[in-house]
């Protein structure tokens, strides 16, 4: 198998589009219970919301030759994911031009488990970055990798082409084999919470009457001061 491919099947925009409407990353996990990657993945600025398709790379600890390559290759709508072994003792592994190039080609994002920098210029750029750290150190340009290959970020497989959504909160990888049942019933909790809301703002009373914590806490037989 070749070390870069070149040909991947992405997730169909169209359901991109349903994920980038989801009200939050907690609706997706809930259904899944799974794929939300390592909390210290963060966005770079609050605020910050994302979906996309995965590009995905594995770049080696310290060097961005792979990253440059993939890139070159990004198309409208991808996220470019890059695992780099958790390593953030450099930063230049992703910085502002290659945000302005990453935008100017109408990705949807940037994720890695390693570090990055040129934060003040990411935020005017307004372009999407998680990351699990800052820093300004430098990087080579020499060591091979893999893109387009299912790569590991924390206990999460990425492979190419999958949804990847991130906001305030989380990025959650949604395998693009069930994304669209994973979407169904990611829409029936949000609708299930929204109406709990409103009863919650009638006065009906709290989410622990509601959702029946009551009745969990009641059978720790606690003693409670009258």
Request: hydrophobic share 40%.
């Amino acid at each position: 198998m070749h070390d870069i491919i070149t040909k991947i099947v992405r997730a169909p925009q169209e359901l991109v589009d349903k994920f980038a409407a989801v009200e939050e990353s907690a609706s997706i996990y809930e259904v899944m219970k799974k794929n939300a990657l390592p909390g210290r993945i963060k966005p770079i600025w609050p605020g910050t919301r994302m979906c996309g398709t995965a590009l995905t790379v594995y770049s080696r600890p310290g060097d961005n030759l792979m990253v440059y390559k993939a890139l070159d290759m990004l198309q409208p709508g991808d996220v470019l994911v890059v695992s780099y072994d958790g390593y953030t003792g450099c930063g230049g592994l992703w910085g502002g031009m290659m945000s302005t190039s990453a935008k100017a080609k109408g990705a949807a994002g940037f994720v890695t488990d390693g570090a990055v920098r040129d934060s003040m210029l990411i935020k005017e750029l307004d372009f999407p970055v998680f990351c699990a750290g800052r820093n300004v150190q430098t990087t080579t340009k020499s060591l091979p990798g893999k893109i387009n290959h299912p790569i590991i970020i924390g206990d999460v497989v990425i492979h190419p082409g999958d949804i990847v959504y991130g906001d305030n909160d989380a990025v959650i990888i949604i395998p693009k084999e069930i994304a669209e049942e994973v979407y169904i019933e990611v829409v029936k909790r949000e609708e299930r919470e929204s109406l709990l809301a409103k009863r919650i703002m009638a006065g009906e009373g709290t989410a622990y009457h509601l959702m029946g914590f009551d009745k969990a806490f009641q059978k720790l037989n606690l003693g409670v001061e009258e």
